[in-house]
Structures are given as C-alpha cells and as structure tokens.
C-alpha cells in the first residue's frame, strides 16, 4: 500500500506542470461533469472499504452530493459569467473530500487509484476557480496537467 502510494506521488511530481489557462465556459461545465461523475464513482468502491467509519462515509456522501449540486448550476449555465457561487461550492466540496480522504486513518485504507482520482479533481479546481474569475489563471498552480485529471476522471467514471 505504501508503495502503491509512493509511487503515485513520484508519478504526479514527476509531471510537468505550468500556468493554469482559464477554460473556457463549456470547458468549465465538461470539467464541472466530469469531477462530479469521476468522484461519484469512487463511493462504491469506499462503500466497501472495511476501517472507514460511518460518520467518513456521510460526510464524504455529503461533499459529493454538494459536487453534483454544483456541477449540475454549472452545467446549467451555458451563456455569459460563470455562476460563480456554484463554483465556489464546488471547489469547498471537493476540497473538503480531498482533505478526508487524504487524512488519517482513511488515507492509510484508501487504494492508490481511489486517491489518484481526488487528486485529479482538485487539479482541476485552479482552472475552474480561474474561468470564474475567482483566481488569475497566472497564479493558479497546476498539481497535474488538467488533461491527465480528465482523463483519470473519466477512467474512473466509466468513460
């Protein structure tokens, strides 16, 4: 497990990473979808992780209900500004899911893969909070290149 870990960690710093380019509105909604499907899909696999407590499993039912909350405003928004308070909710749910599955005991029980995918849907957020005006696109940092999130996304989204 902890190899697996590593590993993970050597490949994502390993990636070369740059400037955030603020998506464009569609890019945002398709980035929206594919966080919301990509996250969601990881709860069976949580659901089934002996170790993880009961109150974890709700509240991580809870950001992810909140994720697809958001993504589906965005995804509503087809013309002009971004909903910026959606936006706003999506990267506090993501965020707050990440830091669960990233802190102790859960982070010890998580497979690597389940992990990989809350990484990739936390790189996406600079680029979000950018095409919302919430972040110059200049100082968002990228953890990963945002087409490797989707990709990692869509993967564990079935797609």
């Known amino acids: 497990m902890v190899a ?8 994502i710093a390993l990636t070369i990473t740059g400037c955030v380019t603020a998506p464009t ?11 919301a499907a990509g996250l969601t899909a990881t709860l069976p696999a949580l659901a089934g992780i002996a170790g993880i407590s ?12 909140d994720v697809q909350s958001a993504a589906s405003a965005i995804v509503a928004t087809t013309a002009g500004a971004a909903p910026v308070s959606a936006v706003q909710m999506l990267v506090r749910a993501v965020n707050a899911a990440v830091a669960v599955i990233t802190s102790a005991p859960v982070n010890a029980l998580i497979p690597a893969s389940i992990e990989a995918v809350f990484v990739a849907a936390s790189a996406l ?5 950018a095409a919302a005006g919430l972040l110059a696109a200049a100082d968002a940092p990228g953890k990963m ?6 990709l990692i996304l869509k993967a564990a989204a079935g797609g």
């Open 4 to 11: 697996r870990r590593i590993l993970l960690a050597s490949s």
């Open 25 to 35: 509105m569609s890019q945002l909604a398709m980035d929206a979808q594919v966080i």
């Open 54 to 65: 009961a109150t974890t499993r709700v509240a991580l039912q809870s950001y992810l209900s």
């Open 125 to 129: 957020l600079p680029g979000i909070e």
């Open 145 to 150: 290149p945002p087409d490797t999130a989707r």
